[in-house]
């Protein structure tokens, strides 16, 4: 059973940093690229930023590009979002995605003085 | 930045064909998936590459793509489809990914 796992969202002050995870498990994590996406709250989904398979190739979304990093960790089974310079407008649902198809249940973070 | 449109809310009756649209100017060259988010829950991918249905979705939910306009339809929908619906798509040169704005079945 294909499994994703987000953690390490939490309340952080503006311009203050968090590093979310995503473990996965059940399939063959090495051969498929990877996204996050945020959801504010009551509002709808944004895309946030996707990695490749082999972590070769990159992109962001417009509104978190220089602040945000994402990463992976074919060895551990493990997606990565370091977020650097958190804005209050930041402040949402994280999930991590396989593909197209799978999500995980996500974690909130909230940036918040 | 490129942006995919749905209309905000869409309404039908139990047992009515439900259509949910999106535009987007990638769409001719790049597929469109679509996601049904219940209140509280992730999302789930109900069409994927514009036509496609996953295992396990009732084949009541179907769709089409032509031009710049994506479809979502639900032939018979039920109350236990209201949610709400988003369209998903890349750009059109890289994998930058892309959601419409949502839109919101009800069935009543």
């Known amino acids: 059973e294909v499994q994703l796992v987000e953690s390490g969202g939490g309340l952080v002050q503006p311009g203050g940093s968090l590093r979310l995870s995503c473990a996965a498990s059940g399939f063959t994590f090495s051969t498929f690229e990877l996204h996050w996406v945020r959801q504010a709250p009551g509002k709808g989904l944004e895309w946030v930023s996707y990695?490749?398979?082999?972590?070769?190739?990159?992109y962001y979304a417009d509104s978190v590009k220089g602040r945000f990093t994402i990463s992976r960790d074919n060895a551990k089974n493990s997606l990565y979002l370091q977020m650097d310079s958190l804005r209050a407008e930041d402040t949402a649902v994280y999930y991590c995605r396989r593909y197209f198809d799978y999500w995980g249940q996500g974690t909130l973070v909230t940036v918040s003085s | 930045s490129y942006e995919l449109t749905q209309p905000p809310s869409v309404s039908v009756s139990p047992g009515q064909t439900a259509r949910i649209t999106c535009s987007g100017d990638a769409l001719p060259k790049k597929y469109a998936y679509w996601y049904q988010q219940k209140s509280g829950q992730a999302p789930v991918v109900v069409i994927y590459e514009d036509s496609k249905q996953p295992s396990g979705i009732p084949e009541r939910f179907s769709g089409s793509s032509s031009g710049t306009m994506a479809t979502l339809t639900i032939s018979g929908a039920q109350v236990e489809d209201e949610a709400d619906y988003y369209c998903y798509s890349t750009d059109g040169s890289t994998n930058r990914g892309v959601f419409g704005g949502g839109t919101k079945l009800t069935v009543l």
């Open positions: 990695i490749s398979n082999t972590g070769s190739t990159i």
